[in-house]
């Protein structure tokens, strides 16, 4: 069975962990714990014929006061970037992050979790701005780990991303 390094990357409070959590185990906590480092999930996948390890790291968030280190990243497959739809300054963030990543590993299969869609009230990042982003290359996917949209599918295709490489 193949084993793949999955990262989780993006600034403090934008929903990494959440994600994660409704991936592994399909539950999701309100109560916020800050990641201090990196924590460690995996869960079992299927990809068409092939089961797939997708060892999960959900690092701490990066921002002006502490930066990822990017050694966390070696060995990574693929990453998935995460924003919060409430907060625009944590999408422009994850498009530093993500330049930051290629300067130092290259183009590695990626998508992006524009998180926390269940908050329609607060949603700050317009669909002009994700279309851009699209035509750019981005996968991008609203996401709510709060009601589990989208999040299976940003998964899953990441994992098919990975494995066609």
């Known amino acids: 069975m193949l084993t ?3 990262c989780m990357l993006g600034s403090f409070s ?3 962990t959440s994600l994660v959590t409704r991936f592994v185990v399909s539950a999701y906590s309100a109560e916020y714990l800050t990641t ?3 924590k460690v999930d995996k869960k079992v996948v299927r990809v068409g014929d092939q ?8 690092l701490a968030g990066d921002d002006d006061f502490q930066r990822m280190n990017l050694n966390f990243l070696r060995g990574s497959a693929g990453i998935i970037y995460v924003a919060d739809g409430t907060r625009p300054a944590s999408l422009d963030a994850v498009i530093d992050l993500r ?12 998508v992006l979790a524009l998180n926390k869609g269940d908050l329609v009230d607060a ?3 317009d ?5 851009k982003l699209r035509e750019m290359g981005w996968s991008v996917r609203k996401t709510s780990a709060k009601d589990g949209v989208n999040v ?6 990441l994992a098919s991303r990975m494995l066609s490489q």
């Open 152 to 157: 299976e599918e940003s998964f899953s295709e």
């Open 4 to 6: 793949k390094k999955i």
């Open 14 to 16: 934008v929903g990494k």
């Open 51 to 58: 089961e797939v390890v997708l060892m999960l790291w959900d």
């Open 123 to 125: 949603w700050q990042v």
């Open 127 to 131: 669909d002009a701005r994700l279309e």
């Open 36 to 38: 201090v480092g990196v």
């Open 99 to 110: 330049e930051r990543v290629r300067t130092s590993l290259g183009d590695l299969p990626a």
